[in-house]
C-alpha cells in the first residue's frame, strides 16, 4: 500500500467552529508533515512529527493543533479559523526525517482536504 | 543551505508543442529529484523522479534527466495535450524536502 489517505476531501466551517482532518499511511513511514498550499503555489510546511513526536512547527497559529495518534495516524484540529485560512490542506509521510540517505526523505502525498472558512 | 530554482510561468502552448520547464538545484550531498503535477482542483502527484546522476525519469511522456554537472533537472515533453494543463512542481530530497516555486502551464487547443 503506497497511499496517504486523507478526510474529509472537501470542509466548510465558521469561525467559531472546530474541526479535525484526518490523514493516514500503511506504508511504515516514520515521518508524517501537515502543508498549506494557495493556489498555484507551493505547498508550505506547518509541522513535521518524525516518530510520533512533533519536530518542526513552522511558526504556526495555535488555532491549528497537530496530533499523531500513533505511527500510522495524524489528525489537524481546527477552532476559531479566520477566512484566510482557506485553502487545500495536504498530508504527506516519508521514511525518514532529516536523514542523509536522500531517497528516505521522498514525500508521499495525499489528495488534500479543501477547508473553506466562512 | 539546498534550495531549488525554477522556471517561473504561466506558460502557453499551443497542442502538440514542445514543453521545456527549466529547474536548477543547489545542494550538499547527494539529493533526490522529482517533478510533482497538480491539475485544477487536486492534490500533489509524483510525475517522475531521479535519484542519482544521470539517471533519467520519465512517465506519461514526459521526461527529465539529473545532470550533475549542470545542477539541473528540466522536465521535457515531445507534444503536449490540452489535458497536461496543470502547475508543474520540481523538488529536491536532500537533507530535507524543497520545493520550487511551480510553473502554471496552460496548453490550448
Known amino acids: 500500500d503506497t497511499e496517504v489517505t486523507q478526510t474529509p476531501k472537501h470542509l466548510v466551517m465558521g469561525m467559531t467552529n472546530k474541526k479535525s482532518l484526518k490523514c493516514e499511511q500503511h506504508?511504515?513511514?516514520?515521518?508524517m508533515y501537515w502543508y498549506k498550499q494557495k493556489a498555484k503555489k507551493p505547498p508550505e510546511l506547518m509541522f513535521v512529527?518524525?516518530?510520533?513526536?512533533?519536530?518542526i512547527n513552522e511558526s504556526v497559529p495555535s488555532r491549528f493543533s497537530p496530533e499523531c495518534p500513533n505511527s500510522s495516524l495524524l489528525n489537524l484540529h481546527l477552532h476559531a479559523l479566520q477566512p484566510e485560512d482557506s485553502a487545500l490542506y495536504l498530508c504527506?509521510?516519508?521514511?525518514?526525517?532529516?536523514?542523509?540517505?536522500?531517497?528516505?526523505?521522498?514525500?508521499?502525498f495525499g489528495p488534500g482536504t479543501r477547508l473553506t472558512v466562512l | 543551505g539546498d534550495s531549488v530554482t525554477q522556471m517561473e510561468g504561466p506558460v502557453t502552448l499551443s497542442e502538440e508543442a514542445f514543453l521545456t520547464i527549466n529547474c536548477t538545484y543547489t545542494?550538499?550531498?547527494?539529493?533526490?529529484l522529482f517533478w510533482y503535477v497538480q491539475y485544477p482542483g487536486e492534490g500533489l502527484q509524483l510525475l517522475l523522479k531521479?535519484?542519482?546522476?544521470?539517471d533519467k525519469g520519465s512517465n506519461k511522456g514526459f521526461e527529465a534527466t539529473y545532470r550533475k554537472e549542470t545542477t539541473s533537472f528540466h522536465l521535457e515533453k515531445g507534444s503536449v495535450q490540452v489535458s497536461d494543463s496543470a502547475v508543474y512542481f520540481c523538488?529536491?530530497?536532500?537533507?530535507?524536502?524543497?520545493f520550487g516555486t511551480g510553473t502554471s502551464l496552460t496548453v490550448i487547443p
Open positions: 504527506a509521510s516519508s521514511q525518514e526525517f532529516r536523514t542523509s540517505a536522500s531517497s528516505y526523505n521522498e514525500q508521499f
Open positions: 506504508m511504515g513511514h516514520r515521518a
Open positions: 512529527y518524525s516518530y510520533e513526536k512533533l519536530s
Open positions: 545542494a550538499t550531498g547527494y539529493p533526490s
Open positions: 531521479a535519484t542519482k546522476a544521470d
Open positions: 523538488a529536491l530530497s536532500g537533507n530535507q524536502f524543497y
